[in-house]
Structure formats: C-alpha cells, structure tokens
C-alpha cells in the first residue's frame, strides 16, 4: 500500500500556521527523515515537492535541517548521517558519491532537497526548518520560491 509520508510521521493542525509536519516517534539527532523537493525545470518555481515538502514549517528554533545534492540519496528514514563528514567531488563521470551533500546554501541548484533532524525529536514535537521563502533584494539572503 502507497504511504506518502514514512511511518513515524504525520500532518496535523501546527501551532504555527495551518498543518504541521509531525513525528509519532522519537527521531535521534542526524537522522535523515527524507527529500522534500525534486529539482525539474518545467514545474513552477523549478521543483517538485514531496509529501515531506509540503508540510514543514519554518521556526527559529528548528528541528531539521535541509540538505541538497545531486545524487539521489541512498538513504531510508531513520538512517544516521555524519552532517560533518567532507564532500567529495565526483571524477570524470564518477556517479557513485553516495555521501555527496551539501548545506542548501553552498548550493542551491541541487538536484534533490533531503531533511535531516538536527537534534534529537520527542514524539508528537512538529518537524520544523528555519527558512525563508524570498530572497532580499538588498542582502541577497534567502532562497527564492522554494
């Protein structure tokens, strides 16, 4: 049976604003929950959103982090993640950077937008990033229309 969102997580009514993205179970700290968005030129704003992009909601005090990369992740919820370990770039035609990710401002064209949490989550606590959906003329911070 087709499950959109991975077991342990659900959308209800957020604290924040409309619906949240939640966790029924505990999520450690480095744990990859799963990609958010797909890079394609031909949709608006240059990407598709999975079922996990489409719920989060933006906080100061965050609980994940977005990723990005160019190779699709070989990753399932629950897998661990060494935010630090160091990018390797791929060689002449090499496809098999497993570990290839990046902070999504290091690069923002990335093929796949993936979360990680960035401590540990009790359950029933709302998934949340610190985002900004504009970017500032005058400061160039932000990510337009992601």
Wanted: proline share 5%; glycine share 8%.
């Amino acid at each position: 049976m087709y499950r959109p969102l991975p077991d342990g997580l659900t959308i209800k009514n957020s604290p924040i604003e409309g619906l949240g993205l939640f966790t029924n179970i505990d999520i450690k700290k480095n744990t990859f929950i799963g990609i958010t968005h797909i890079r394609d030129e031909q949709f608006e704003n240059k990407y598709i959103r999975t079922p996990l992009g489409g719920f989060y909601n933006h906080s100061n005090e965050p609980t994940i982090i977005r990723m990005v990369t160019d190779v699709l992740p070989k990753l399932k919820f629950g897998d661990q993640i060494d935010l630090n370990a160091t990018v390797k770039k791929f060689e002449d035609g090499d496809k098999t950077g497993q570990n290839l990710f990046y902070n999504l401002h290091e690069k923002s064209d990335a093929k796949y937008f993936f979360m990680v949490a960035t401590r540990d989550i009790k359950a029933d606590e709302e998934l949340t990033a610190n985002y900004n959906l504009y970017t500032y003329p005058k400061t160039g911070v932000g990510i337009q229309m992601i």
